[in-house]
């Protein structure tokens, strides 16, 4: 079955610094893969997704994740973070009708 | 259009008591589905939804129930709370993923419920 995993739980970095979150997918054939945030006392929203075609994936407010194949990743990227982007970031692969979610990442960012 | 909506927000309930949460979306959409949202845990989908009429078991079904008797509505019924099931539930959306590049859930704003 399909899975992901997030190995980062919890990450804390100062404003300006580069951010990158680790998503590892389970299935080795096509997948289609996701970004969620979700702001202190928020909904999930979404941040970007890749089905196909450039394995660079740009999103809303500065993120980017790209599709590596051979190593099973889509790792979520911005080059520097600010205080706003304290937040919770999942990833999620599509599985049979329905998308199946890692555990999360807390990212904390101090000014 | 309003999106998805959960209807309570909050709600406070004793060991054993009933309790229905209402999901309603605006868009549309033949897929609907229902998570709990612990921390440590990340989203874990409980039932989910294919269209009018059909309700399937996800990952955490257990004391949980649900029905889709209208398109735009699916409900989570708590026959007996217990205060294992203290969460933050969520409802989301989506198009038929007949269409992928269309595919994406939208998520309500959520329901936090305390069992005592």
């Known amino acids: 079955a399909q899975s992901v995993s997030q190995h980062n739980h919890h990450v804390i970095l100062s404003e300006a610094a580069s951010l990158e979150l680790g998503c590892n997918y389970s299935y080795g054939g096509t997948v289609n893969l996701f970004w969620y945030v979700q702001y202190p006392g928020q909904h999930l929203q979404l941040l970007l997704k890749y089905f196909s075609g450039d394995p660079l994936v740009k999103g809303i407010k500065g993120f980017e994740a790209e599709f590596i194949k051979s190593k099973f990743s889509f790792n979520l990227r911005k080059p520097s973070v600010q205080w706003s982007d304290t937040a919770e970031y999942f990833c999620a692969v599509i599985g049979t009708d329905k998308l199946i979610f890692g555990t999360g990442t807390r990212l904390q960012v101090f000014p | 259009n309003a999106g998805v909506t959960q209807t309570p927000k909050f709600r406070v309930l004793k060991t054993g008591q009933s309790m229905t949460l209402l999901c309603a979306q605006d868009?549309?959409?033949?897929?609907m589905y229902w998570y709990r949202q612990d921390p440590g845990m990340g989203l874990r989908l409980i039932h989910y939804s294919v269209g009018e009429g059909t309700t399937a078991k996800g990952e955490v079904p257990d004391g949980y129930n649900v029905s889709r008797l209208k398109k735009q509505n699916f409900l989570l019924g708590l026959e007996s709370a217990a205060p294992s099931q203290t969460s933050v539930y969520f409802c989301a959306s989506s198009y038929r993923p007949w269409r992928e590049d269309l595919y994406e859930q939208y998520f309500g704003p959520g329901t936090r419920l305390t069992v005592t």
């Open positions: 868009m549309n959409h033949e897929y």
